[in-house]
């Protein structure tokens, strides 16, 4: 079975820097596409950054310029390096995947089949 696992949320203050990791058991992850989500409370769960099985790179405006999704095949994990933090960055992070190898649509909540248990991201002012 498939399963995600996501560490590195804390408290930081604005204009720091954290890196999430997700850990994914039971597949090789490069074979698959993986994404980044996150929800305040009271909103909905909104797209972050997404990397496709070619290595394909996308960000949400809110954070481009300041996040970084890379991936340790290695390792089986996805990074989430965040740099530049603001308070409006904060959340419970997410990462997510398909069931199936597909490469479109990944800023789409419903394309992930598997999400791991989520991560406390804290931006203080």
């Known amino acids: 079975q498939v399963q995600l696992v996501e560490s590195g949320g804390r408290l930081v203050q604005a204009g720091g820097s954290l890196r999430l990791s997700c850990v994914t058991s039971?597949?090789?992850?490069?074979?698959?596409?993986m994404g980044w989500f996150r929800q305040a409370p009271g909103k909905e769960r909104e797209f972050v950054s997404a990397?496709?099985?070619?290595?394909?790179?996308y960000y949400a405006d809110s954070v481009k310029g300041r996040f970084t999704i890379s991936r340790d095949n290695a390792k089986n994990t996805v990074y989430l390096q965040m740099n530049s933090l603001k308070p409006e960055d904060t959340a419970v992070y997410y990462c997510?995947?398909?069931?199936?190898?597909?490469?479109?649509?990944?800023?789409?909540?419903?394309?992930?089949?598997?999400w791991g248990q989520g991560t406390q991201v804290t931006v203080s002012s």
């Open positions: 997510a995947a398909p069931r199936l190898p597909l490469s479109s649509r990944l800023e789409s909540r419903d394309r992930y089949d598997y």
């Open positions: 039971g597949r090789t992850v490069s074979n698959y596409a």
């Open positions: 990397i496709s099985r070619s290595g394909a790179i």
